[in-house]
Protein backbone atom coordinates (compact mmCIF):
# COMPACT_ATOMS: atom_id res chain seq x y z
CA UNK A 1 0.00 0.00 0.00
CA UNK A 2 1.73 3.46 -1.01
CA UNK A 3 1.94 6.05 2.27
CA UNK A 4 1.71 9.00 0.19
CA UNK A 5 5.17 9.55 0.26
CA UNK A 6 6.39 11.23 -2.96
CA UNK A 7 8.15 8.95 -4.91
CA UNK A 8 11.89 9.87 -5.91
CA UNK A 9 11.27 11.11 -9.33
CA UNK A 10 8.77 13.51 -7.85
CA UNK A 11 10.20 15.06 -4.98
CA UNK A 12 10.63 18.63 -5.52
CA UNK A 13 11.24 22.15 -3.28
CA UNK A 14 7.90 22.01 -2.16
CA UNK A 15 7.63 18.85 -0.92
CA UNK A 16 10.82 19.73 1.43
CA UNK A 17 9.25 23.31 2.29
CA UNK A 18 5.97 21.37 2.95
CA UNK A 19 7.74 18.67 5.39
CA UNK A 20 9.92 21.43 7.23
CA UNK A 21 7.11 24.24 7.92
CA UNK A 22 8.60 26.70 5.88
CA UNK A 23 7.87 28.76 2.78
CA UNK A 24 9.66 27.27 -0.63
CA UNK A 25 11.45 30.97 -0.58
CA UNK A 26 12.77 29.87 2.63
CA UNK A 27 14.11 26.60 1.07
CA UNK A 28 15.44 27.56 -1.63
CA UNK A 29 17.62 29.96 -0.23
CA UNK A 30 18.89 27.18 2.07
CA UNK A 31 19.70 24.83 -1.03
CA UNK A 32 21.12 28.14 -2.57
CA UNK A 33 23.01 28.97 0.41
CA UNK A 34 22.19 32.63 0.62
CA UNK A 35 22.49 34.63 3.82
CA UNK A 36 19.29 35.92 6.14
CA UNK A 37 18.40 32.59 7.03
CA UNK A 38 18.82 31.05 10.72
CA UNK A 39 20.14 28.34 11.75
CA UNK A 40 16.97 26.75 12.77
CA UNK A 41 15.81 27.14 9.96
CA UNK A 42 18.93 25.45 8.19
CA UNK A 43 18.71 22.41 10.04
CA UNK A 44 15.13 22.14 9.51
CA UNK A 45 15.32 22.18 5.96
CA UNK A 46 18.40 19.42 5.98
CA UNK A 47 16.14 17.21 8.16
CA UNK A 48 13.05 17.85 5.45
CA UNK A 49 15.97 17.11 2.38
CA UNK A 50 16.92 13.46 4.12
CA UNK A 51 13.31 12.48 4.87
CA UNK A 52 11.84 13.31 1.90
CA UNK A 53 14.70 12.21 -0.03
CA UNK A 54 15.39 15.03 -2.20
CA UNK A 55 17.46 15.36 -4.98
CA UNK A 56 18.47 19.02 -6.41
CA UNK A 57 18.76 19.09 -9.93
CA UNK A 58 22.62 20.05 -11.56
CA UNK A 59 20.36 21.79 -14.45
CA UNK A 60 18.38 23.61 -12.19
CA UNK A 61 21.34 24.67 -10.10
CA UNK A 62 23.46 25.73 -13.09
CA UNK A 63 20.70 28.26 -14.17
CA UNK A 64 20.20 30.04 -10.47
CA UNK A 65 23.83 30.34 -10.01
CA UNK A 66 25.09 30.92 -14.18
CA UNK A 67 27.74 27.89 -13.39
CA UNK A 68 28.19 24.19 -14.70
CA UNK A 69 29.97 22.86 -11.26
CA UNK A 70 32.28 21.47 -13.43
CA UNK A 71 36.25 21.47 -14.19
CA UNK A 72 38.33 19.93 -17.07
CA UNK A 73 40.64 18.29 -16.76
CA UNK A 74 42.29 18.15 -20.65
CA UNK A 75 45.59 15.63 -21.53
CA UNK A 76 46.78 15.77 -24.44
CA UNK A 77 48.03 12.51 -24.71
CA UNK A 78 47.78 9.04 -26.24
CA UNK A 79 45.13 6.91 -24.46
CA UNK A 80 48.30 4.46 -23.94
CA UNK A 81 50.47 7.43 -22.12
CA UNK A 82 47.67 7.86 -20.22
CA UNK A 83 47.17 4.77 -18.82
CA UNK A 84 51.10 4.10 -18.41
CA UNK A 85 52.09 7.44 -16.92
CA UNK A 86 52.06 7.54 -13.43
CA UNK A 87 52.24 11.14 -13.06
CA UNK A 88 49.31 11.75 -15.02
CA UNK A 89 47.38 9.47 -12.77
CA UNK A 90 48.94 11.93 -9.27
CA UNK A 91 48.18 14.69 -10.81
CA UNK A 92 44.39 13.62 -11.95
CA UNK A 93 43.96 12.55 -8.01
CA UNK A 94 45.64 15.98 -6.83
CA UNK A 95 43.08 17.43 -8.98
CA UNK A 96 40.21 15.58 -7.69
CA UNK A 97 40.72 16.03 -3.90
CA UNK A 98 40.89 19.78 -4.25
CA UNK A 99 37.78 19.88 -6.43
CA UNK A 100 36.21 17.54 -4.56
CA UNK A 101 36.62 19.63 -1.43
CA UNK A 102 35.45 22.80 -3.43
CA UNK A 103 32.10 20.70 -4.75
CA UNK A 104 33.21 20.55 -8.38
CA UNK A 105 32.58 18.04 -11.00
CA UNK A 106 36.11 16.66 -11.99
CA UNK A 107 35.49 15.64 -15.92
CA UNK A 108 38.87 13.90 -17.61
CA UNK A 109 39.02 14.95 -21.35
CA UNK A 110 41.69 12.81 -23.54
CA UNK A 111 43.11 14.63 -26.70
CA UNK A 112 44.34 11.74 -28.78
CA UNK A 113 43.45 13.35 -32.32
CA UNK A 114 42.97 16.66 -34.07
CA UNK A 115 39.32 15.44 -33.73
CA UNK A 116 39.90 15.07 -30.30
CA UNK A 117 40.45 18.69 -29.71
CA UNK A 118 37.64 19.85 -32.80
CA UNK A 119 35.43 18.71 -30.59
CA UNK A 120 37.26 19.80 -27.32
CA UNK A 121 36.95 23.29 -28.41
CA UNK A 122 33.20 22.60 -28.99
CA UNK A 123 32.83 21.34 -25.58
CA UNK A 124 34.43 24.34 -23.96
CA UNK A 125 32.23 26.75 -25.77
CA UNK A 126 29.25 24.95 -24.70
CA UNK A 127 29.37 25.80 -21.12
CA UNK A 128 29.61 23.10 -19.86
CA UNK A 129 32.66 23.37 -17.36
CA UNK A 130 33.63 26.42 -15.39
CA UNK A 131 37.31 26.12 -16.18
CA UNK A 132 40.02 23.66 -17.06
CA UNK A 133 43.35 22.52 -15.91
CA UNK A 134 45.92 21.23 -19.10
CA UNK A 135 48.47 19.02 -19.32
CA UNK A 136 50.92 18.78 -22.20
CA UNK A 137 49.82 21.75 -24.51
CA UNK A 138 51.73 22.00 -27.34
CA UNK A 139 52.26 25.21 -28.96
CA UNK A 140 49.42 26.77 -31.53
CA UNK A 141 46.89 24.34 -30.09
CA UNK A 142 43.12 25.20 -30.76
CA UNK A 143 41.99 24.57 -27.23
CA UNK A 144 44.60 27.14 -25.64
CA UNK A 145 43.18 29.38 -28.34
CA UNK A 146 39.51 28.50 -27.49
CA UNK A 147 40.27 29.04 -23.64
CA UNK A 148 41.66 32.48 -24.29
CA UNK A 149 38.85 33.53 -26.78
CA UNK A 150 36.15 32.40 -24.05
CA UNK A 151 38.52 33.93 -21.23
CA UNK A 152 37.52 30.60 -20.01
CA UNK A 153 39.65 30.42 -16.10
CA UNK A 154 42.53 27.91 -16.68
CA UNK A 155 45.77 26.66 -15.71
CA UNK A 156 48.38 24.96 -17.68
CA UNK A 157 50.66 22.17 -16.16
CA UNK A 158 53.52 23.35 -18.54
CA UNK A 159 54.05 26.60 -19.73
CA UNK A 160 53.13 26.69 -23.67
CA UNK A 161 54.80 29.75 -24.97
CA UNK A 162 51.60 30.84 -26.54
CA UNK A 163 49.78 30.70 -23.70
CA UNK A 164 51.46 34.13 -22.23
CA UNK A 165 48.49 35.17 -19.98
CA UNK A 166 47.28 32.41 -18.37
CA UNK A 167 48.22 30.67 -15.08
CA UNK A 168 50.13 27.78 -15.11
CA UNK A 169 52.12 25.70 -12.74
CA UNK A 170 55.09 23.47 -13.60
CA UNK A 171 58.42 22.91 -12.70
CA UNK A 172 62.08 23.97 -14.06
CA UNK A 173 62.57 21.30 -16.83
CA UNK A 174 65.56 22.86 -18.06
CA UNK A 175 67.61 22.96 -14.53
CA UNK A 176 66.49 19.71 -13.31
CA UNK A 177 67.52 17.96 -16.43
CA UNK A 178 70.98 19.83 -16.12
CA UNK A 179 71.42 18.60 -12.41
CA UNK A 180 71.11 15.00 -13.04
CA UNK A 181 73.24 14.71 -16.68
CA UNK A 182 76.14 16.71 -14.39
CA UNK A 183 75.59 14.30 -11.86
CA UNK A 184 75.25 11.11 -14.21
CA UNK A 185 78.63 12.66 -15.87
CA UNK A 186 80.62 12.69 -12.74
CA UNK A 187 80.27 8.64 -12.36
CA UNK A 188 82.97 9.05 -15.23
CA UNK A 189 80.83 8.72 -18.32
CA UNK A 190 82.42 9.62 -21.27
CA UNK A 191 79.99 8.91 -24.17
CA UNK A 192 76.05 9.97 -22.93
CA UNK A 193 73.19 10.39 -25.18
CA UNK A 194 69.57 11.23 -24.67
CA UNK A 195 66.35 9.93 -24.96
CA UNK A 196 64.49 12.71 -25.95
CA UNK A 197 60.78 12.68 -26.06
CA UNK A 198 57.54 15.36 -26.21
CA UNK A 199 59.77 18.15 -28.16
CA UNK A 200 56.69 19.20 -29.48
CA UNK A 201 56.10 21.11 -25.59
CA UNK A 202 57.80 22.99 -23.41
CA UNK A 203 58.69 20.32 -21.14
CA UNK A 204 60.47 17.84 -23.72
CA UNK A 205 62.60 20.91 -25.06
CA UNK A 206 63.41 22.32 -21.68
CA UNK A 207 64.51 18.77 -20.58
CA UNK A 208 66.73 18.63 -23.92
CA UNK A 209 67.79 22.17 -23.18
CA UNK A 210 69.30 20.88 -20.03
CA UNK A 211 70.97 17.91 -21.11
CA UNK A 212 72.40 19.64 -23.80
CA UNK A 213 73.46 22.51 -21.19
CA UNK A 214 75.13 20.20 -18.70
CA UNK A 215 77.29 18.38 -21.44
CA UNK A 216 79.01 22.02 -23.28
CA UNK A 217 81.24 20.95 -25.70
CA UNK A 218 80.58 17.41 -25.14
CA UNK A 219 77.38 17.55 -26.64
CA UNK A 220 76.77 15.87 -29.57
CA UNK A 221 73.62 16.19 -31.71
CA UNK A 222 74.15 12.78 -32.87
CA UNK A 223 73.97 11.02 -29.32
CA UNK A 224 70.07 12.40 -29.31
CA UNK A 225 66.76 9.97 -30.42
CA UNK A 226 63.64 11.49 -29.69
CA UNK A 227 60.43 10.39 -29.75
CA UNK A 228 57.30 11.96 -29.18
CA UNK A 229 55.93 9.88 -26.67
CA UNK A 230 56.77 9.47 -23.11
CA UNK A 231 56.59 5.79 -23.07
CA UNK A 232 58.04 2.74 -22.22
CA UNK A 233 58.17 1.47 -26.21
CA UNK A 234 59.89 4.42 -26.82
CA UNK A 235 62.65 3.75 -24.76
CA UNK A 236 63.40 0.23 -26.46
CA UNK A 237 63.50 1.52 -29.88
CA UNK A 238 65.45 4.26 -28.95
CA UNK A 239 67.96 2.77 -27.07
CA UNK A 240 68.43 0.34 -30.04
CA UNK A 241 69.10 3.33 -32.01
CA UNK A 242 71.18 5.20 -29.97
CA UNK A 243 73.66 1.70 -29.87
CA UNK A 244 73.52 1.31 -33.30
CA UNK A 245 74.94 5.01 -33.90
CA UNK A 246 77.31 4.68 -30.73
CA UNK A 247 78.41 1.03 -29.56
CA UNK A 248 80.58 2.64 -27.18
CA UNK A 249 78.06 4.58 -25.60
CA UNK A 250 78.34 4.47 -21.76
CA UNK A 251 75.65 7.06 -20.21
CA UNK A 252 71.79 7.77 -21.06
CA UNK A 253 69.57 10.10 -19.83
CA UNK A 254 66.20 9.28 -20.88
CA UNK A 255 63.40 11.95 -20.79
CA UNK A 256 60.82 10.03 -18.20
CA UNK A 257 61.03 7.81 -16.15
CA UNK A 258 59.03 5.76 -18.73
CA UNK A 259 61.16 5.58 -21.56
CA UNK A 260 64.28 4.97 -19.23
CA UNK A 261 62.77 1.58 -18.19
CA UNK A 262 62.11 0.79 -21.50
CA UNK A 263 65.92 1.73 -22.64
CA UNK A 264 67.25 -0.41 -19.68
CA UNK A 265 65.20 -3.27 -20.58
CA UNK A 266 66.17 -3.54 -24.00
CA UNK A 267 70.27 -3.33 -22.96
CA UNK A 268 69.86 -6.20 -20.50
CA UNK A 269 68.62 -8.32 -23.24
CA UNK A 270 71.53 -7.42 -25.11
CA UNK A 271 73.79 -8.58 -22.09
CA UNK A 272 74.51 -4.97 -21.71
CA UNK A 273 75.25 -4.23 -17.24
CA UNK A 274 73.43 -1.56 -15.82
CA UNK A 275 75.38 0.36 -14.52
CA UNK A 276 78.53 -1.23 -15.05
CA UNK A 277 78.91 -0.44 -18.88
CA UNK A 278 75.78 1.87 -19.17
CA UNK A 279 74.98 4.02 -16.85
CA UNK A 280 71.05 5.37 -16.83
CA UNK A 281 68.88 7.87 -15.46
CA UNK A 282 65.37 9.10 -15.88
CA UNK A 283 62.95 11.80 -14.71
CA UNK A 284 59.63 11.93 -13.04
CA UNK A 285 60.47 9.32 -10.13
CA UNK A 286 57.54 7.66 -10.84
CA UNK A 287 56.08 3.65 -10.32
CA UNK A 288 58.61 2.66 -12.85
CA UNK A 289 61.78 4.08 -11.14
CA UNK A 290 61.17 1.43 -8.60
CA UNK A 291 60.11 -1.52 -10.99
CA UNK A 292 63.53 -0.96 -12.75
CA UNK A 293 66.36 -3.36 -11.63
CA UNK A 294 68.64 -1.45 -10.30
CA UNK A 295 66.29 1.01 -9.44
CA UNK A 296 66.54 3.89 -11.44
CA UNK A 297 68.49 6.70 -10.50
CA UNK A 298 65.99 10.46 -11.54
CA UNK A 299 64.26 13.26 -10.69
CA UNK A 300 61.61 13.90 -7.97
CA UNK A 301 58.18 16.04 -9.73
CA UNK A 302 55.70 16.45 -7.28
CA UNK A 303 52.79 15.33 -9.60
CA UNK A 304 50.26 15.34 -6.81
CA UNK A 305 51.44 19.32 -5.82
CA UNK A 306 51.18 19.97 -9.14
CA UNK A 307 47.10 18.87 -9.24
CA UNK A 308 46.25 20.19 -6.40
CA UNK A 309 47.83 23.14 -6.71
CA UNK A 310 46.26 23.74 -10.74
CA UNK A 311 43.16 23.42 -9.15
CA UNK A 312 42.79 25.65 -6.79
CA UNK A 313 44.12 28.43 -9.26
CA UNK A 314 41.23 27.38 -11.29
CA UNK A 315 38.67 27.90 -8.50
CA UNK A 316 40.33 31.32 -7.49
CA UNK A 317 39.56 32.59 -11.15
CA UNK A 318 35.89 31.14 -10.97
CA UNK A 319 35.07 33.31 -7.86
CA UNK A 320 36.57 36.03 -9.35
CA UNK A 321 40.14 36.09 -8.33
CA UNK A 322 43.25 36.34 -10.26
CA UNK A 323 46.42 33.76 -8.90
CA UNK A 324 49.34 35.59 -7.86
CA UNK A 325 51.76 35.05 -9.02
CA UNK A 326 50.67 34.08 -12.19
CA UNK A 327 53.26 31.62 -12.49
CA UNK A 328 54.59 29.09 -9.64
CA UNK A 329 57.20 26.84 -10.90
CA UNK A 330 57.46 23.65 -8.05
CA UNK A 331 60.82 22.54 -6.49
CA UNK A 332 62.38 19.27 -7.80
CA UNK A 333 64.90 17.01 -6.67
CA UNK A 334 67.24 14.75 -7.79
CA UNK A 335 67.31 11.04 -6.55
CA UNK A 336 70.17 8.59 -6.78
CA UNK A 337 69.51 5.27 -6.95
CA UNK A 338 71.49 2.07 -8.62
CA UNK A 339 71.16 2.48 -12.36
CA UNK A 340 73.81 5.13 -12.82
Known amino acids: MPDGRPTRSRVTIQHVADEAGLSRGT?????????????????AVREAVRR???VRSAAARSLVTSRAGAVALIV???HVVVLDDPNIGNILIGTNTVLSEADQQLVTVIVDSPRDSERVVEYLRGGFVDGAIVLSARTDDPITRAIIEIGLPACFVGHPSDAVDISYIGI???EAAEQITRRLVATGRRRVGMLASGLDRDSGQDRLAGFRAALGDRYDPRLVVDDPLFSY???????????ERAPDIDGVFAASDAVAAGAMDHLQRRGIDVPGQVG???FDDSAWALRCDPPLSTV???AL?????AARRVLLQIEGSTPEPRGLILPTEVVWRGSA
Open 27 to 43: VSRVLNDEPYVSDEARD
Open 52 to 54: VGY
Open 76 to 78: HEP
Open 172 to 174: DNA
Open 233 to 243: AAGGTGMRELL
Open 280 to 282: IVG
Open 300 to 302: RQP
Open 305 to 309: TLGED
